[in-house]
């Protein structure tokens, strides 16, 4: 398309049926060239050979229908089209049809509801044989970024077959599927169709519609990152009703507008105290209210012990607050569960009191920041930064539940976060004082239940982030800290039994798996924490341990650590900014390709697989791989003067520590797969 006039109206593509190309024109169809254009276009249709497959989308705009149009929609009309009368302004159309056959033909138009003003698609796919025509418009009223593509691609692109891990033959033709990133930014996540796939085994489906972005499908260097793919279509379906602007009738949700620039006021489920509930293979969209406490998509509500309930197999889809909420809520079992695109934490422990909860393989992709808590916002939308930014898409306040092979798969913030308070939060303590379970400190003290073979990855700042506490209302740092602000460190220090006096006791975190989160895989305050049998991937650093109460130290054993592994991602296009060449037009700087995505967009960034910060930190038993320097474009020599470098080091000092580094920091049975880089990298790194 970038070779051809892009005229508002209508374009006509017309292939042989091999795929090649036989004719390809456009048609301004508003104003005063619309009667010639018309024109035109009826002799194309007319004179088109039989058996030819022709294809009309609509760029930008039909324009205002008028009598010259007549004699057009009688051309579209005879190729078998039923909706070209029904186009209006700025409504995407396409029709794909074997010229001569009147009922071989697909269509497709998006009505533009009345006030939207943005982006509207229609797309549509023909096959014939094993030829894929592919056509697609796309509509803006005031903006620039319309299109009008025809593809034409094998069956099996057209249509790809996805061999997944276990058995989806419940899964049904017409069922949406999502298929996440597995790249740095979350938001190269897919949602396709299924269609029928005679020949597809029982752990096959096949979806509509080529993949715009890449998505990996092995287990490197021991590293699994393949992407995960969820179903998004369930038989029971609630659906709130959103309006196309934001409105608002108080300051709080004037402000919400203000930020958001949508409506955000939904249905939500809520279960209280008494109630029973077993909610299962429900799909819910557009829930959630973003300016209102307590409504939520899924929530139980201070109900206590729920023994036997459950939230099991459902969807959760464009939330305007949270997929899931346990508030003042024990022994609730949620699991299988599928969420995509919400504001605010995701699965979300509210009052650091919620206990014996067992969250089980649930997929979250899509997690965005909310206004609802300090903790949900933007570090810019708050007075005091220093209380806000600890996105998350698994929000976990308290260590005494059992979260097991959940994925956390693309957050603007973090993926799973620890941060626990002194106290419970909100109406939980009166309601644990009522019942005698009321201690002081006691998330401080007590292990984390269970947390095993949970996946972090796509996400922006972190895949794992244990750190921090909650205010419950309090001093920290000598300045007052607000009720669900973000505190300073997290104190946190096990014990049996989980009290002050108690004996020193490690915290396991086993079988993680944390790969392309931007800025680390994980950070860990010392508190006893130890990780176990886990791999760590293509981040720009791996682990951080930093230090927390005297006495008490963190561990990775038995894990694998790889600098870059074969998941290239998407391939990324540097441009040298540097001082020395601001004497340069952007358009004449250096510039170098790479064929693999770039944490942050920096590949003078070190990638490092432990970065020793504060300490003590151990590591046992691991293996590092792929972490060397590596030139990459010595070309640069001569035209430039320079040789640009991807420093990388398996074992890493902290480059901007402020604080003293603990001297008994701990390196014990650790294996390289490279030959002598660390040292080098380290040179290199100090020289700096």
């Known amino acids: 398309n970038r070779y051809i006039k892009k005229r508002r109206g209508i374009w006509i593509n017309v292939w042989n049926p091999d795929s090649s190309l036989y004719h390809l024109e456009t048609f301004e169809t508003i104003g005063s060239r619309a009667a010639n254009s018309i024109a035109r276009i009826v002799e194309i249709i007319k004179k088109t050979p039989f058996g030819k497959v022709i294809s009309l989308a609509v760029y930008k705009t039909l324009g205002t229908p008028s009598a010259v149009f007549e004699d057009f929609y009688l051309a579209v009309e005879g190729l078998g089209s039923s909706l070209?009368?029904?186009?209006?302004?700025?409504?995407?159309?396409?029709?794909?049809?074997?010229?001569?056959?009147?009922?071989?033909?697909?269509?497709?138009?998006?009505?533009?509801?009345?006030?939207?003003t943005g982006g509207l698609d229609a797309s549509a796919t023909f096959t014939l044989g094993d030829i894929a025509f592919m056509s697609r418009s796309y509509s803006e009223v005031s903006q620039k970024n319309d299109k009008a593509i025809f593809r034409a691609l094998t069956r099996d692109s057209a249509y790809p077959k996805l061999s997944l891990l276990h058995d989806v033959s419940s899964w049904e033709t017409g069922d949406e599927v999502v298929v996440a990133s597995s790249d740095f930014d979350w938001r190269q996540y897919e949602v396709k169709t299924i269609v029928e796939c005679p020949d597809c085994e029982p752990n096959q489906i096949r979806v509509d519609g080529d993949f715009k972005f890449s998505h990996f499908g092995e287990v490197t260097y021991g590293v699994d990152e393949r992407a995960e793919v969820g179903l998004l279509s369930r038989n029971i379906r609630i659906d709130a009703e959103m309006q196309n602007e934001c409105y608002f009738d108080t300051e709080e949700e004037e402000y919400v507008c203000k930020l958001l620039k949508r409506d955000t006021f939904g249905g939500h489920t809520k279960v209280l105290n008494s109630a029973w509930a077993r909610i299962e293979g429900v799909q819910l969209t557009h829930m959630g209210q973003q300016s209102v406490l307590a409504t939520y998509p899924l929530h139980f509500h201070l109900a206590d012990s729920v023994k036997g309930q459950y939230l099991r197999n459902n969807v959760i889809r464009d939330s305007n607050s949270r997929c899931i909420t346990i508030h003042g809520t024990d022994y609730l079992e949620v699991s299988d569960n599928v969420c995509l695109n919400h504001l605010g934490h995701g699965m979300f422990l509210e009052d650091s009191a919620e206990q014996n909860n067992t969250i089980h393989r649930n997929l979250i992709i899509g997690t965005q920041y909310g206004t609802l808590l300090p903790t949900d916002k933007n570090a810019n939308w708050c007075k005091d930064r220093s209380f806000c930014d600890v996105l998350s898409t698994f929000w976990i306040t308290h260590p005494n539940n059992y979260f097991t092979e959940n994925v956390a798969a693309g957050s603007d913030g973090s993926g799973m976060v620890f941060a626990f308070s002194d106290r419970p939060l909100g109406p939980s303590r009166k309601r644990l004082e009522r019942r005698g379970l009321y201690e002081e400190n006691s998330t401080r003290y007590m292990k984390v239940g269970k947390f095993h073979r949970n996946v972090m990855h796509s996400n922006k700042l972190g895949g794992l982030w244990f750190d921090n506490r909650v205010s419950y209302g309090q001093w920290d740092m000598n300045k007052f800290v607000p009720e669900n602000a973000r505190m300073s460190l997290n104190l946190y220090t096990p014990k049996d039994p989980p009290k002050p006096g108690g004996k020193a006791i490690e915290t396991e975190l086993s079988g993680l798996t944390l790969y392309k989160n931007e800025d680390r895989n994980s950070w860990v305050r010392c508190g006893n924490i130890v990780i176990t049998n886990s791999s760590f991937a293509d981040s720009i650093t791996s682990y951080i341990g930093a230090h927390t109460v005297d006495g008490t130290y963190c561990a990775v054993r038995n894990s694998i650590f790889i600098g870059e592994t074969e998941n290239k991602g998407r391939p990324y296009t540097h441009v040298f900014n540097d001082k020395k060449f601001s004497y340069l037009p952007k358009s004449k700087r250096p510039v170098?390709?790479?064929?693999?995505?770039?944490?942050?967009?920096?590949?003078?960034?070190?990638?490092?697989?432990?970065?020793?910060?504060?300490?003590?930190?151990?590591?046992?038993?691991?293996?590092?791989?792929?972490?060397?320097?590596?030139?990459?474009?010595?070309?640069?020599?001569?035209?430039?003067?320079?040789?640009?470098?991807?420093?990388?080091?398996?074992?890493?000092?902290?480059?901007?520590?402020?604080?003293?580094?603990?001297?008994?920091?701990?390196?014990?049975?650790?294996?390289f797969g490279f030959c002598n880089a660390v040292k080098v990298a380290f040179l290199n790194h100090f020289s700096a």
Request: proline fraction near 9%; charged fraction near 25%; include cysteine.
């Open 84 to 116: 070209i009368r029904k186009v209006g302004e700025y409504e995407p159309y396409v029709i794909i049809a074997e010229k001569g056959k009147a009922n071989c033909l697909i269509e497709k138009l998006t009505k533009r509801p009345e006030g939207v």
């Open 592 to 671: 170098h390709r790479f064929d693999r995505a770039i944490p942050r967009g920096r590949p003078s960034y070190m990638i490092s697989g432990v970065t020793f910060y504060q300490g003590p930190v151990y590591i046992e038993n691991c293996f590092f791989d792929r972490f060397t320097n590596w030139y990459y474009n010595d070309s640069f020599i001569d035209t430039w003067g320079i040789r640009p470098m991807r420093p990388a080091a398996a074992l890493n000092f902290h480059p901007n520590n402020h604080y003293p580094m603990i001297p008994r920091n701990a390196i014990k049975n650790v294996t």
